[in-house]
């Protein structure tokens, strides 16, 4: 059994601002399942959602502050929660990063480097715990300085440090070396050190034992000037030692036992899936008809998302036999513009602005195919809950989407190893083709048939992501 600390600035559902709170969830859960003993570790944000009783269990001086570490459940497992307590810092209710107006607070790096080094503590077990950690697990730059922190401690645990995603890095002005009082060996061009300032990001790929990222795709890719934000020579650097794990989704989303649908379904009951798209037609106002082929897209309305290839080839989709549903909201160019369409054509596209729980539920249950033309995607999971719900996705070749669909050619339908539509080009021209060729096949219902039961019998469970970070986890003893 090994001992892991997972240290992470979020957990849903306790606070949630994107897909890292789902990972720091589900996989301390899965590895707990496989009988490790796993403590999450995040700060105590005034925001956060706390059901379970919340207990001291340890106080400590860091730096100026006074610091409590508070014990208490992940909701609905046995996994044990440290909370790093110190009011001046995380004591705002609200976002954990930015203010109201979506600026970054300006003292970012002064609360994840307290942050940081009260992990340090717990991890050396010097906190009066009576527990010390065989792995450090560290996701993403808020927790960055925690792997350069330990590279000083003698006979400090192993560290693994997982990008979420690259373009978040944790970079701050040169001047915040000096008030955050870092050791001057972590300072140099070899670590924390980028153009002039401080990279948390870096801290974290520079000095921790293994680096993980939530694709083998996406693992490459960051590799490249197009994606490693000015890294990509440290992460070539640590080649040998970065690899790609693919994220698992929830047991929650499928179809079999999902309580927000309108009619559950399986792979031997798929004949039942379409009462699903008759209820999304009636509740978004669309005309009822169990045969037209209907696109779903949930997402954020941004450019990283694709957003724009699929408005500059919407005109010509809009003249096929075709209904699109859209659920998100973010950039408010693209809002107007898909609001202009949906205006347009009522009878055959929906878009719902912000987001909703069970219509995305209904969303993947109800519709053929599912659109994600992401410019890139470290890992991306609506293109597996739509697998899982036997609702094709239509995908760019870049990260997690090329590791986990399958595109539909004569070898893979023939192999009945195809799940979906893979197009290469960044424009409207190849989405549109790529759509159009689904279309054709929605068509002929037995070959449709038969790549939905591949889609819905793959395994996309957190268990078997879990058990790849446990063989990483032995793998650095």
């Known amino acids: 059994m090994k001992k892991i600390l997972f240290v992470t600035s979020e957990a849903h559902p306790l606070i949630k601002t994107g897909g890292l709170a789902d990972v720091s ?131 400090c645990p192993p560290t693994i440090f997982t990008i979420h995603n690259m373009a978040y890095q944790g970079i701050f002005g040169g001047l915040v070396a000096s008030i955050l009082q870092l050791p001057p060996q972590l300072l140099s061009q070899d670590g924390l050190e980028f153009h002039g300032m401080i990279s948390f990001i870096k801290g974290g790929i520079a000095y921790a034992d293994k680096v993980t990222t939530v ?18 020579g440290l992460l070539t650097y640590r080649n040998d030692d970065l690899i790609g794990i693919i994220n698992g989704i929830d047991a929650d989303w499928n179809p079999e036992v999902d309580s927000l649908i309108t ?41 990283q998302k694709g957003i724009d290839l699929l408005l500059d080839c919407l005109s010509e989709l809009l003249s096929l036999p075709v209904q699109i549903v859209i659920l998100g909201s973010g950039d408010k160019d693209f809002e107007h513009r898909l609001s202009q369409f949906a205006a347009a054509y009522p009878h055959k596209m929906a878009l719902t602005l912000g987001y909703n729980e069970t219509l995305a539920h209904l969303i993947e249950a109800g519709c053929d195919a599912f659109l994600m033309p992401s410019r890139f995607e470290p ?34 339908l023939a192999n009945k190893t195809a799940t979906g539509f893979i197009f290469e080009e960044e424009n409207a021209g190849a989405l549109f083709e790529t759509i159009k060729r689904a279309l054709v ?28 970070y446990l063989n990483l986890y032995e793998s650095i003893e």
């Open 25 to 155: 969830s589900s996989l301390p859960k899965a590895l707990a399942d496989l009988g490790q003993d796993v403590r999450l570790i995040l700060p105590n944000y005034g925001a956060l959602k706390l059901n379970n009783e919340v207990h001291l269990r340890s106080e400590f001086p860091i730096g100026s502050y006074f610091v409590r570490l508070l014990e208490t459940k992940l909701p609905d497992s046995a996994v044990t929660v440290w909370l790093v307590d110190c009011p001046a810092y995380f004591g705002m209710v609200g976002n954990p990063y930015v203010d109201v107006f979506g600026n970054a607070y300006a003292n970012n790096a002064d609360r994840f480097a307290l942050f940081c080094r009260a992990v340090s503590e717990v991890a050396m077990n010097r906190v009066e715990l009576n527990w010390k950690p065989d792995i450090v697990h560290c996701n993403d730059w808020q927790t960055g300085l925690v792997p350069a922190l330990l590279s000083l401690e003698y006979q």
């Open 215 to 232: 694709s083998p795709t996406y693992a490459q890719e960051i590799q490249t000037a197009k994606f490693g934000y000015g890294l990509e």
């Open 263 to 303: 009619q559950k379904y399986a792979v031997d009951s798929l004949s039942e899936k379409v009462q699903n798209k008759t209820a999304l037609q009636i509740r978004l106002n669309l005309p009822v008809d169990e045969n037209i082929f209907t696109l779903g897209l949930i997402s954020r309305l941004v450019e």
């Open 379 to 412: 890992c991306g999971l609506n293109q597996m809950y739509s697998q899982r719900y036997g609702a094709l996705p239509i995908v760019r070749n870049t990260g997690g989407l090329a590791d986990t669909v399958i595109d539909t050619l004569p070898i893979s």
């Open 441 to 468: 096949l929605h068509s002929i219902p037995d070959t449709w048939r038969q790549l939905q039961i591949n889609a819905m019998t793959r395994d996309f469970s957190w268990t078997n992501s879990a058990k790849q």
